[in-house]
Each structure stands twice: as C-alpha cells, then as structure tokens.
C-alpha cells in the first residue's frame, strides 16, 4: 500500500462524496477500445466480492471473458456507466514493493528491527481531539488516548524488548523505503524468504523527506524523484534526522512467501499497473476507474487504462488524485519513481 496507508477500510465509516460529473459515452473514451480489458476484468474480479455489495458480480461463464478482450469489455459496457470527473487535471503517482536484504536475528549487518502491530495502538474514535493534531492512530493507556511513540523515539527503542520484531533489514534508508511503499519482499541470510505487508500506523501525519530535502537547499526539486532522495540522503551526514523528520511510522505483517504480491486496504493482492490507491472519500473501494495520463509512457505506451480502486494511501487525495501499483523490485522501483504527471479520471458507475 502506498505509504501511510490506512487501516482496513471499512465501507461504514465512510461517506462517497460527489464530485461534479458528467456522463460521456464509451465511444468517446480516447483509447478504450484499445485497452487489454482481460487484465482490467482480472484485477476486478480480485477484489468484488469484498468491496462492496452494490458493484456487479460477473456471470458464472465469465472465465472465458479472461481470454477475450471484446467479452471483458463488453462486461464493463453492459454493466457500467462512464462519468468524467469535472475538475482540474489531477495527480497520477506510483508505488512498487521494494526487496530488501534482511535477517531472523539481529546483528551488526542486520541493525534494522522491522516491528509487527503494538496491541496497544488502536484507530482513533471519529471526532477524537487528538484529530485535531492530524492523527489517525494513539496508544490506548487504560481507556485514554495519547499520541503514539513517533518515529525517532521507535527508532531510539521505545518499542524494543516486547517482542515485536518480526526480523532485521541491514539498510535503514532501505527500511525507510519499504516504510513509504507500504510492503517489502526480504531477502533472508538462511536463503529463505519474507513477504511483509503493511498493518497498521502509529496515527502521526506523514512528512514528505523529499521535500525537507528541498526545502532546506540539499535537493533540487527537479531531482527530488526517488533515486535523487536515495542518493541525498546517502550523501548526508544527517541521514537519520531527516528521515526522523517523518514522524508517521509503519508496522508490518508476514504474509504467505507464496503470495506474490503484496495486498492493498481491501485485502487482495494487488495487480501491476491496474491497482490503484484512491482516495476513498471520492471513489467506492473495488470501482473500476479510467486513468488517462498521455504524458506519461507505461509498458511503452500512453497511460490510458482501466483500473481498479483497490487500496488507499493518506497522502491520496482528492477525486482526481490516484497512486498506480508498479509491481516488484529494482524495475518497478525505477518505474515508480518516475511516475508524477497530470491525469484525469472517468469513473464507471454501476448502471441501476
């Protein structure tokens, strides 16, 4: 899940707000004839059955649609209608699963605890005063909540001898990563393998390292992509304040090693290049959503695709703001961290 990730969505504590729309035909889509409409209905049917019960649930005989695009795209004609958002140009971003080296115990090449959900960290009640304050999550001590250890004091141990440590990562600008990205593929010194995903915050605002690195004169903004960020911080002495600077912090699960994908808000794996993070507030979770982004160029081609609002992210903002699932290591990395252009949205609303 994109970085700061919310905690399982829950479709009743929710409200879809509505953005000024207006209905446009299929036929006037730019590009939607030509999109491989099996991979959209596979990404879809992923995740309908847990999203939400008012979006349709495809026919028995839908197994042959995977095979033919014209089938899959007649499903999303038949049983949907596109409506433009009408809005200024959003933002379209991405995120990867990044692999790391790490280790089951800890030790000098393997300094970096990555740390399962504290039991006593708990979602804030709505209307919390503690929201105020911008945060999401706090430390339940006997029925009273209090803003949950930040970043630099789990980092200085204040979680340290409770058992929380699921293993060790030898990079922390490298942990750091994984923290943003939301989940990591690990790579074990006994040969083995780990796949962590994301399970929960500890409630504090995220702050853009990037940015701090801007802000004070030690990156140009037209470097600030994630190998320009790498490599400023691995240049500066300060390495660790900066990235305490974010005082948001993330906690892990372990998942199956045969899961090849890390899972997004609504529980299922996520699908490169058509899962996209969304801002729920905006999009029902599982909505298919037509992303054009001409200016950008993805597996050789124009970004006009249909996707599938399957995970969420704090930093995802807005009706017209989407985070796109790149898949899984140095390629992906690369990719991602490239992706930052102007987008627009068609939504596909259930027909009644």
């Known amino acids: 899940m994109a970085e700061e990730g919310l905690w399982r969505w829950q479709h009743s504590e929710t409200q879809i707000a509505k953005p000024s729309v207006e209905a446009v035909a299929f036929a006037d889509v730019p590009g939607w ?19 939400n019960t008012k ?31 009408l809005a200024e140009p959003g ?26 959900r504290p039991a006593d960290l708990k979602p804030l009640p709505p209307g919390h ?7 999401t999550a706090a430390r339940d001590a006997h029925g009273r909540f209090e803003p949950y250890f ?15 440590e699921i293993l060790y990562l030898a990079d922390a600008i490298e942990a750091f990563i994984m923290h943003v990205q939301g989940s990591g593929h690990v790579e074990l010194d006994d040969g083995t393998q780990a796949r962590l995903t994301f399970d929960g915050k500890n409630g504090h605002p995220y702050t853009s390292v990037a940015r701090c690195l801007i802000e004070r004169g030690h990156l140009a903004a037209k470097d600030a992509d994630l190998e320009g960020m790498i490599s400023c ?32 808000s609504l529980g299922v794996e996520l699908y490169t290049g058509r899962s996209l993070a969304a801002d ?18 993805f597996d050789g081609r124009p970004f006009r695709r249909l996707v599938v609002a ?23 990395s690369r990719v991602a961290g490239q992706i930052r252009h102007m987008c627009e949205f068609i939504v596909l609303q259930p027909r009644c």
């Open 33 to 51: 004839v030509d999109d491989d409409h099996c991979a959209a209905l596979a990404c879809y049917l992923r995740s309908v059955d847990l999203a």
């Open 129 to 135: 005063a503690l929201g105020a304050d911008g945060l």
């Open 91 to 116: 933002l379209l971003t991405s995120y990867f699963q990044p692999v790391l080296e790490g280790s089951r115990t800890p030790s000098p090449a393997f300094p970096i605890p990555v740390y399962r």
């Open 55 to 85: 979006l349709p649930k495809p026919p028995e005989n839908i197994l042959a649609a995977l095979a033919d695009r014209g089938k899959a795209r007649q499903f999303f004609e038949q049983h949907f209608a596109p409506f433009r958002i």
């Open 150 to 164: 930040t970043r630099a004091e789990i980092e200085a141990g204040a979680l340290a001898g409770r058992g929380l």
């Open 233 to 264: 911080l691995r240049a500066h002495p300060e390495t660790a304040a900066f990235l305490q600077e974010n005082k948001s912090y993330i906690f892990f699960e372990e998942m199956d090693p045969k899961e090849r994908s890390p899972k997004g």
């Open 310 to 332: 399957q995970d969420t992210g704090s930093a995802i903002k807005g009706a017209q703001r989407g985070d796109i699932f790149a898949g899984t290591g140095t390629d992906a």
């Open 280 to 297: 729920p507030l905006y999009h029902m979770p599982g909505i298919p959503i037509w992303v054009s982004a001409p200016e950008l160029a």
